[in-house]
Protein backbone atom coordinates (compact mmCIF):
# COMPACT_ATOMS: atom_id res chain seq x y z
CA UNK A 1 0.00 0.00 0.00
CA UNK A 2 1.59 3.42 -1.06
CA UNK A 3 0.53 6.54 0.47
CA UNK A 4 -1.89 8.89 -1.65
CA UNK A 5 -1.22 12.06 -1.32
CA UNK A 6 -2.42 15.28 -2.93
CA UNK A 7 -1.46 15.77 -6.71
CA UNK A 8 -1.46 11.87 -7.03
CA UNK A 9 -3.06 10.06 -9.55
CA UNK A 10 -6.15 8.18 -7.76
CA UNK A 11 -5.07 4.58 -7.87
CA UNK A 12 -7.33 2.78 -10.86
CA UNK A 13 -9.24 -0.61 -9.71
CA UNK A 14 -11.97 -2.77 -10.67
CA UNK A 15 -14.58 -3.85 -7.95
CA UNK A 16 -17.93 -4.76 -7.57
CA UNK A 17 -20.96 -2.64 -6.47
CA UNK A 18 -24.48 -2.17 -6.53
CA UNK A 19 -24.91 -0.66 -9.95
CA UNK A 20 -22.27 -3.64 -11.53
CA UNK A 21 -18.62 -3.49 -11.89
CA UNK A 22 -16.62 -0.40 -12.14
CA UNK A 23 -13.65 0.32 -13.43
CA UNK A 24 -12.97 3.38 -11.30
CA UNK A 25 -10.98 5.59 -14.17
CA UNK A 26 -13.74 4.24 -16.62
CA UNK A 27 -16.24 4.93 -14.17
CA UNK A 28 -15.24 8.69 -13.44
CA UNK A 29 -15.13 9.66 -17.66
CA UNK A 30 -14.58 12.78 -17.83
CA UNK A 31 -16.33 14.05 -14.18
CA UNK A 32 -15.11 14.89 -11.49
CA UNK A 33 -15.51 11.91 -8.12
CA UNK A 34 -15.62 11.48 -4.56
CA UNK A 35 -14.80 7.96 -3.01
CA UNK A 36 -16.15 7.51 0.82
CA UNK A 37 -15.93 4.47 2.54
CA UNK A 38 -18.04 3.84 5.24
CA UNK A 39 -17.37 1.20 8.33
CA UNK A 40 -20.12 -1.19 8.19
CA UNK A 41 -23.51 -2.08 6.49
CA UNK A 42 -26.93 -1.89 8.76
CA UNK A 43 -25.64 0.88 11.36
CA UNK A 44 -27.13 3.85 12.42
CA UNK A 45 -24.87 6.88 11.22
CA UNK A 46 -23.58 5.03 7.58
CA UNK A 47 -27.62 4.78 7.01
CA UNK A 48 -27.98 8.88 7.87
CA UNK A 49 -24.82 9.20 5.67
CA UNK A 50 -25.90 7.60 2.66
CA UNK A 51 -29.20 8.63 2.85
CA UNK A 52 -28.33 11.80 2.85
CA UNK A 53 -25.91 11.70 -0.30
CA UNK A 54 -28.68 10.20 -1.97
CA UNK A 55 -30.69 13.64 -1.35
CA UNK A 56 -27.80 15.56 -2.14
CA UNK A 57 -27.53 13.68 -5.62
CA UNK A 58 -28.89 16.92 -7.72
CA UNK A 59 -26.15 19.01 -6.27
CA UNK A 60 -23.49 17.21 -6.71
CA UNK A 61 -24.76 16.47 -10.86
CA UNK A 62 -24.56 20.50 -10.88
CA UNK A 63 -20.81 20.76 -9.88
CA UNK A 64 -20.34 17.33 -12.29
CA UNK A 65 -19.41 15.12 -9.85
CA UNK A 66 -19.72 11.63 -9.37
CA UNK A 67 -20.21 9.83 -6.17
CA UNK A 68 -19.40 5.82 -5.09
CA UNK A 69 -19.66 4.73 -1.22
CA UNK A 70 -17.52 1.68 -0.18
CA UNK A 71 -17.71 -0.25 2.56
CA UNK A 72 -16.08 -4.34 3.22
CA UNK A 73 -19.12 -5.78 3.46
CA UNK A 74 -20.46 -7.80 0.27
CA UNK A 75 -23.28 -7.18 -2.49
CA UNK A 76 -25.99 -9.27 -0.71
CA UNK A 77 -25.38 -7.33 2.40
CA UNK A 78 -25.44 -3.80 0.31
CA UNK A 79 -28.28 -4.56 -1.30
CA UNK A 80 -30.45 -5.17 1.62
CA UNK A 81 -28.96 -2.11 3.89
CA UNK A 82 -29.87 -0.32 0.70
CA UNK A 83 -33.74 -1.23 1.37
CA UNK A 84 -33.37 0.09 4.78
CA UNK A 85 -31.80 3.36 3.75
CA UNK A 86 -34.80 4.16 1.76
CA UNK A 87 -37.58 2.82 4.14
CA UNK A 88 -35.70 5.28 6.77
CA UNK A 89 -34.62 8.01 5.26
CA UNK A 90 -36.89 8.96 2.48
CA UNK A 91 -34.73 8.73 -0.27
CA UNK A 92 -33.47 6.34 -3.11
CA UNK A 93 -29.88 5.43 -3.07
CA UNK A 94 -28.94 6.81 -6.46
CA UNK A 95 -24.54 5.96 -6.43
CA UNK A 96 -23.05 2.65 -6.44
CA UNK A 97 -21.66 1.21 -3.03
CA UNK A 98 -18.49 -0.77 -3.59
CA UNK A 99 -18.32 -4.32 -2.39
CA UNK A 100 -15.09 -4.41 -0.96
CA UNK A 101 -15.37 -7.68 0.60
CA UNK A 102 -11.64 -8.77 -0.04
CA UNK A 103 -10.51 -5.16 0.92
CA UNK A 104 -8.41 -4.80 -2.12
CA UNK A 105 -9.92 -0.92 -2.40
CA UNK A 106 -9.66 -0.40 1.43
CA UNK A 107 -5.97 -0.84 1.41
CA UNK A 108 -5.37 0.79 -1.86
CA UNK A 109 -6.47 3.98 -0.23
CA UNK A 110 -5.37 3.34 3.19
CA UNK A 111 -8.86 3.60 4.84
CA UNK A 112 -8.08 1.22 7.57
CA UNK A 113 -6.61 2.98 10.08
CA UNK A 114 -5.62 -0.05 12.51
CA UNK A 115 -5.10 1.74 15.66
CA UNK A 116 -8.81 2.90 15.44
CA UNK A 117 -9.88 -0.20 14.04
CA UNK A 118 -8.41 -3.69 12.64
CA UNK A 119 -11.21 -4.92 10.38
CA UNK A 120 -13.54 -1.90 9.09
CA UNK A 121 -12.64 0.94 7.12
CA UNK A 122 -12.81 4.53 8.98
CA UNK A 123 -14.39 7.05 7.16
CA UNK A 124 -12.33 8.56 4.72
CA UNK A 125 -13.14 10.77 1.89
CA UNK A 126 -11.34 11.26 -1.50
CA UNK A 127 -12.16 13.92 -3.87
CA UNK A 128 -10.80 13.54 -7.62
CA UNK A 129 -10.07 15.55 -10.30
CA UNK A 130 -11.02 15.85 -13.56
CA UNK A 131 -7.78 14.98 -14.42
CA UNK A 132 -7.61 12.14 -11.95
CA UNK A 133 -5.56 13.60 -9.77
CA UNK A 134 -6.56 14.00 -5.90
CA UNK A 135 -7.79 16.82 -4.72
CA UNK A 136 -8.39 16.91 -1.12
CA UNK A 137 -8.25 13.56 1.23
CA UNK A 138 -10.09 13.75 4.57
CA UNK A 139 -10.82 11.28 7.50
CA UNK A 140 -13.12 10.88 10.03
CA UNK A 141 -13.72 8.70 12.62
CA UNK A 142 -16.70 5.82 12.97
CA UNK A 143 -18.73 7.99 15.61
CA UNK A 144 -18.84 11.37 13.70
CA UNK A 145 -20.93 11.17 10.41
CA UNK A 146 -19.52 13.68 7.90
CA UNK A 147 -21.19 17.09 7.22
CA UNK A 148 -22.18 17.03 3.21
CA UNK A 149 -22.97 20.66 3.52
CA UNK A 150 -18.92 20.88 3.69
CA UNK A 151 -17.89 18.99 1.21
CA UNK A 152 -20.00 20.64 -1.74
CA UNK A 153 -18.37 23.67 -0.24
CA UNK A 154 -14.51 22.31 -0.40
CA UNK A 155 -15.93 20.89 -4.38
CA UNK A 156 -16.68 24.93 -5.21
CA UNK A 157 -13.64 25.45 -4.07
CA UNK A 158 -11.45 23.17 -5.65
CA UNK A 159 -13.63 23.70 -8.91
CA UNK A 160 -13.23 27.54 -8.87
CA UNK A 161 -9.23 27.60 -7.92
CA UNK A 162 -8.28 24.95 -10.32
CA UNK A 163 -9.82 27.48 -13.20
CA UNK A 164 -8.61 30.60 -11.76
CA UNK A 165 -5.80 32.14 -10.05
CA UNK A 166 -7.07 32.84 -6.74
CA UNK A 167 -7.44 31.22 -3.06
CA UNK A 168 -10.55 30.78 -0.61
CA UNK A 169 -10.44 32.46 2.62
CA UNK A 170 -11.70 31.07 5.83
CA UNK A 171 -15.50 29.92 6.15
CA UNK A 172 -15.73 31.05 2.51
CA UNK A 173 -18.88 29.78 0.67
CA UNK A 174 -20.05 30.52 -2.52
CA UNK A 175 -21.06 34.05 -3.96
CA UNK A 176 -18.43 35.65 -1.28
CA UNK A 177 -14.93 37.41 -2.06
CA UNK A 178 -11.86 35.68 -3.04
CA UNK A 179 -8.33 36.25 -2.45
CA UNK A 180 -5.68 36.56 -5.07
CA UNK A 181 -3.20 34.30 -5.40
CA UNK A 182 0.33 35.75 -4.41
CA UNK A 183 1.78 34.96 -7.54
CA UNK A 184 -0.14 37.53 -9.31
CA UNK A 185 1.66 40.83 -8.97
CA UNK A 186 -0.36 43.97 -8.59
CA UNK A 187 0.25 44.82 -12.59
CA UNK A 188 -1.45 42.09 -13.39
CA UNK A 189 -4.73 42.47 -11.50
CA UNK A 190 -6.60 44.45 -13.57
CA UNK A 191 -6.31 42.52 -16.60
CA UNK A 192 -7.15 39.52 -14.79
CA UNK A 193 -9.53 40.45 -11.75
CA UNK A 194 -12.03 43.10 -14.46
CA UNK A 195 -14.42 43.40 -10.73
CA UNK A 196 -11.48 45.08 -9.17
CA UNK A 197 -9.96 44.14 -5.74
CA UNK A 198 -8.82 45.46 -2.50
CA UNK A 199 -5.91 45.79 -0.87
CA UNK A 200 -5.97 44.92 2.50
CA UNK A 201 -2.15 44.29 2.57
CA UNK A 202 0.16 44.08 -0.02
CA UNK A 203 -0.26 40.35 0.40
CA UNK A 204 -4.07 40.05 1.03
CA UNK A 205 -6.32 41.05 -1.80
CA UNK A 206 -9.34 40.48 -2.35
CA UNK A 207 -11.81 40.32 -5.23
CA UNK A 208 -15.44 39.19 -6.24
CA UNK A 209 -15.92 35.34 -6.95
CA UNK A 210 -14.31 35.69 -10.94
CA UNK A 211 -16.85 32.92 -11.83
CA UNK A 212 -19.94 34.47 -11.43
CA UNK A 213 -22.03 37.13 -13.63
C1 LIG B 1 -22.29 3.95 12.53
O1 LIG B 1 -22.31 4.10 11.32
O2 LIG B 1 -23.25 4.27 13.21
C2 LIG B 1 -21.08 3.38 13.20
C3 LIG B 1 -20.30 2.45 12.56
C4 LIG B 1 -19.20 1.92 13.21
C5 LIG B 1 -18.89 2.34 14.49
C6 LIG B 1 -19.68 3.31 15.12
C7 LIG B 1 -20.78 3.83 14.48
Not at 8 to 17: H, I, Q
Request: negative net charge.
Amino acid sequence: MATIRLGDVAPNFTAKSTEGDINFHDWLGDSWGILFSHPADYTPVCTTELGTVAKYKPEFDKRNVKVVALSVDGLESHKGWVNDINETQNTTVNFPIIADDDKNVSELYDMIHPNANDKLTVRSVFVIGDDKKVKLIITYPASTGRNFDELLRVIDSLQLTAYHKVATPANWKNGEDVVISPAITNEQIPGMFPKGHKEIKPYLRMTPQPNLD
